[in-house]
């Protein structure tokens, strides 16, 4: 079955430190994959993704995300967090194989992680 | 751009009554997918809309509907209020022409809906 795992309900990291939130993930075909973050009473706002070519990928506010096929993973790091940083990461994959595979319909998210920076 | 705006943002109804949300993309956006979020569940795709036509629907009951408008504002209805209708009602919208998607969502800032 298809599936994203985020493994961590709640990450804590002291600012200025570097932060990792895990996301790892199974799909029958090529993944695409994203990363969103939602600020409370925000709705969500697209960080990055990974559709082909280099592992790490780099997005908004700092934040980079490394594809790893062999671990199916796509952890989202950053090398030195900010207070402002704290907010709820959500990671979501689409199946390339998977019928129909440009809908919405077909986009697994993953439960979420609340990152919390302390200052 | 202008992002996506949604209205209203906040809204409380009793138990069966019904309600209608309302969202307007990003200008150019023709695809338009609402999500329901909840502390338990998450977020739970609802349905999708393309040029005015759904595409998919979630797992929900159908007392939740929804349509696109030929100008891409898409609205949801939620008919009959249940207590566990209460939630964060989010829109996204995309960047979708034929074969071409981009496939990154734009959301709006939700709906807040409380049910008593």
């Given at each position: 079955?298809?599936?994203?795992?985020?493994?961590?309900?709640?990450?804590?990291?002291?600012?200025?430190?570097?932060l990792t939130?895990?996301?790892?993930?199974?799909?029958?075909?090529?993944?695409?994959?994203?990363?969103?973050v939602?600020?409370?009473?925000?709705?969500?706002?697209?960080l990055?993704?990974?559709?082909?070519?280099?592992?790490?990928?780099k997005?908004?506010?700092?934040?980079?995300?490394?594809?790893?096929?062999?671990?199916?993973?796509?952890?989202?790091?950053?090398?030195?967090a900010?207070?402002?940083?704290?907010?709820l990461?959500?990671?979501?994959?689409?199946?390339?194989?998977?019928?129909?595979?440009?809908?919405?319909?077909?986009?697994?998210?993953?439960?979420?992680t609340?990152?919390?920076?302390?200052? | 751009?202008?992002?996506?705006?949604?209205?209203?943002?906040?809204?409380?109804?009793?138990?069966?009554?019904?309600?209608?949300?309302?969202?307007?993309?990003?200008?150019?956006?023709?695809?338009?997918?609402?999500?329901?979020?909840?502390?338990?569940?998450?977020?739970?795709?609802?349905?999708?809309?393309?040029?005015?036509?759904?595409?998919?629907?979630g797992?929900?009951?159908?007392?939740?509907?929804?349509?696109?408008?030929?100008n891409?504002?898409?609205?949801?209805?939620?008919?009959?209020?249940?207590?566990?209708?209460?939630?964060?009602?989010?829109?996204?919208?995309?960047?979708?022409?034929?074969?071409?998607?981009?496939?990154?969502?734009?959301?709006?800032?939700?709906?807040?809906?409380?049910?008593?």
């Open positions: 079955a298809q599936s994203v795992a985020q493994p961590e309900d709640q990450v804590n990291v002291a600012e200025g430190n570097p939130v895990k996301c790892t993930y199974s799909v029958s075909g090529n993944p695409y994959l994203f990363w969103y939602q600020y409370p009473n925000r709705g969500l706002q697209f990055l993704k990974y559709i082909t070519g280099d592992n790490l990928v997005g908004s506010y700092g934040f980079e995300a490394e594809f790893n096929k062999s671990q199916t993973s796509f952890h989202l790091k950053k090398p030195s900010l207070v402002s940083d704290s907010a990461y959500f990671c979501a994959v689409r199946d390339l194989w998977a019928p129909r595979m440009d809908s919405n319909y077909q986009l697994i998210w993953g439960a979420g609340k990152l919390i920076i302390k200052p | 751009k202008a992002g996506v705006t949604q209205t209203p943002r906040y809204l409380i109804k009793t138990r069966g009554q019904q309600v209608t949300l309302s969202c307007s993309p990003i200008s150019g956006h023709r695809s338009v997918s609402w999500y329901q979020q909840t502390p338990g569940q998450g977020l739970q795709f609802l349905f999708e809309y393309f040029s005015e036509t759904q595409r998919n629907k797992n929900f009951p159908g007392r939740f509907s929804g349509r696109q408008f030929s891409s504002r898409s609205e949801m209805n939620v008919s009959t209020l249940e207590l566990g209708d209460s939630a964060l009602y989010l829109c996204a919208s995309s960047l979708t022409s034929g074969r071409v998607s981009s496939y990154e969502q734009y959301f709006g800032p939700g709906t807040r809906l409380t049910v008593t």
